[in-house]
């Protein structure tokens, strides 16, 4: 055993990780965090989509050095079938403003980043070390951490658990459940190459301007899921990703729907001669506020996607997970500050100012989302994107059919697909979980 006493461990070196680990270290407090992986983001999968008012909160002047894709001005979202796309598209030249509000990123050049700063505040960080365990008093209460080395065992005052959303040393210490497969998605990305000139030229962009596509519909057959297409600096990020309970019963595998999505005519011709240098997959937590296990204990909290927090409707994850993990460390030290021990009693304060925080507030609001579309997924990423592509071409198709007749035929496919009263049902649902 260490016999130095750690003020706090954090297990992991994530977004949430690293933003309890910051608050807390430069805040004076004495920290360990342990990284199984080489170094932090070795191991971290995103999109990836960084919402700067979340770091800002934690490094004011993160544009200085982070190590930043492109500035995102335009997003487009697409309803597919397999041979079109119906789309809806946002930009602005707002977006181009002296502190741009949403970033491309590479995770693992900036959670190197992000560490580097971590570091700095104090913290000692080590890699290459997995906790294998918590270490528990007789009262249950986690008293520190067991970890792969040699003497592994190292005691602090509180443990904060950011170790994503697989989550296996909570769930092995009793803390909360491994992740249901209905509330999981498994998602496959890939990194292709292209010089810069290519990609503006392909997404209208000019300098460090970016754009990205969120996309759904029979793409994923029918199953619960999404796909991307994101920009960066010399590459273009693309991914797919389904619900883990939909792959078990489904004939589907993650990298067929990812090859389908590539071949796709509104895909294709943006990759085109592009070199693929990096796979990946990740696992994301889908289930949204329902799901959201227990938060703290006596000696413990739980940040990031091991507690759930991710908001699937809007593609969020790692504000989430910087948020909680800030928040989380705010609360531990306030109890600090007024000299109170870290029992569960006191540390619902956590629970209490996540509770103020966009991250419960938001994830509350959709809180019957998951379920609508994991029930519907046939209907929401089969049925309706079939019948919408159907409907645009009748009315962009000019040949004499009068309008009038054009509208009916629309509304009889509809009404022959769902029926009047599963059309009502389903948007009556929709718009009930969307509230
Ligand atoms: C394909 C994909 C695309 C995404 N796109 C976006 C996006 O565009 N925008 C967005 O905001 N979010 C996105 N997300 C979600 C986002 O990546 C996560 O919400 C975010 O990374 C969660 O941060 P975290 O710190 O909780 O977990 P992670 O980033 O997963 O970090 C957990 C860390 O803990 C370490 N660890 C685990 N167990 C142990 C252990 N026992 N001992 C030591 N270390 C351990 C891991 O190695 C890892 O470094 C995406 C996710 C995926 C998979």
């Not at 590479?106 to 700063?117: L, M, P, V």
Request: proline share 3%.
């Amino acid at each position: 055993m260490i016999d130095e006493k750690f003020d706090a461990i954090v297990v992991g070196a994530g977004m949430a990780g690293n933003a309890a680990a910051l608050t807390m270290a430069k805040n004076g407090m004495k920290v360990l965090q342990l990284e199984r992986g080489e170094y932090s983001g070795s191991k971290n999968v995103q999109g990836a989509i960084l919402y700067a008012d979340m770091l800002e909160k934690l490094i004011p002047d993160f544009r200085e050095d982070a190590p930043l894709e492109r500035n995102l001005v335009e997003q487009r979202f697409w309803m597919m079938d397999d041979h079109s796309h119906t789309g809806l598209h946002y930009r602005s030249d707002d977006f181009n403003e002296e502190r741009p509000n949403r970033y491309t990123i590479i995770r693992a050049q900036f959670d190197k980043w992000f560490s580097q700063k971590v570091r700095e505040a104090g913290a000692t960080v080590l890699c290459e070390t997995t906790v294998t365990e918590l270490v528990r008093d007789t009262s249950g209460g986690v008293v520190g951490v067991r970890t792969d080395r040699r003497d592994g065992e190292i005691h602090a005052d509180v443990v904060v658990l950011a170790e994503g959303v697989n989550g296996l040393l909570g769930a092995r210490a009793g803390l909360r459940e491994r992740p249901n497969p209905a509330h999981v998605a498994l998602a496959v990305k890939e990194m292709h190459f292209l010089p810069r000139e290519t990609i503006e030229a392909r997404f209208n962009l000019k300098g460090d301007e970016g754009a990205v596509i969120e996309a759904a519909g029979t793409i994923t057959r029918g199953m619960t899921g999404m796909a991307f297409v994101y920009t960066n600096k010399e590459c273009i990020s693309l991914g797919i990703g389904c619900l883990i309970a939909d792959f078990e019963s489904a004939a589907e595998t993650p990298y067929g729907l990812l090859e389908r999505f590539k071949r796709h005519t509104s895909v294709a011709p943006l990759i085109e001669g592009s070199e693929v240098k990096e796979y990946s997959a990740h696992l994301i937590p889908e289930g949204g506020y329902k799901a959201i296990p227990q938060l703290y204990g006596k000696g413990w909290v739980v940040v990031g996607d091991a507690a759930q927090f991710n908001n699937a409707i809007h593609r969020e994850g790692s504000n989430l997970a910087m948020t909680s993990g800030r928040i989380a460390a705010e609360a531990i030290l306030k109890l600090r500050s007024q000299k109170r021990p870290m029992t569960a009693e006191n540390l619902a304060l956590y629970r209490r100012m996540l509770n103020e925080s966009f991250v419960m507030k938001d994830l509350k609001k959709y809180k019957d989302m998951p379920a609508l579309m994991h029930t519907q997924s046939q209907n929401f990423f089969l049925t309706y994107p079939q019948l919408f592509s159907k409907a645009m071409q009748g009315f962009l198709r000019i040949d004499g059919t009068p309008k009038v007749e054009k509208e009916k035929l629309a509304l009889k496919s509809f009404v022959t697909a769902r029926s009047r009263r599963g059309l009502f049902s389903d948007a009556f649902r929709f718009v009930r979980a969307w509230r």
